[in-house]
């Protein structure tokens, strides 16, 4: 019985440790330097000055004067390409 934890808490612990493929991925992006890009799903969700941030770590500066609607539609777009 006490075997069968051991072999879950190594399993547990090689899992929290993420994939190998995560990790090389990281280390290559910090190695040319850039940055990983934080991916939103529900933009309807945020206020315009949390487009506005987003936008800006993905390298698109957003202009606040317009509506949130065109603001997501820049996002959109400028992901999209």
Same mark, same amino acid.
């Given at each position: 019985? &006490?075997?069968?934890?051991? /072999?879950?808490?190594?399993?547990?612990?090689?899992? *929290?440790?993420?994939?190998? %493929?995560? =990790?090389?991925?990281? &280390?290559?992006?910090?190695? /040319?330097?850039?940055?990983?890009?934080?991916?939103? *799903?529900?933009?309807?969700? %945020?206020? =315009?000055?949390?487009?506005?941030?987003?936008?800006?770590?993905?390298?698109?500066?957003?202009?606040?004067?317009?509506?949130?609607?065109?603001?997501?539609?820049?996002?959109?777009?400028?992901?999209?390409?």
């Amino acid at each position: 019985m &006490s075997s069968n934890i051991f /072999i879950k808490e190594k399993i547990m612990a090689w899992y *929290e440790k993420g994939s190998i %493929l995560d =990790k090389l991925v990281k &280390s290559i992006d910090g190695w /040319i330097g850039k940055q990983p890009t934080p991916k939103f *799903e529900g933009f309807e969700n %945020l206020t =315009k000055v949390e487009l506005e941030e987003y936008g800006r770590t993905i390298g698109i500066e957003l202009d606040r004067r317009k509506t949130k609607a065109n603001m997501i539609q820049d996002l959109n777009d400028f992901t999209n390409k």
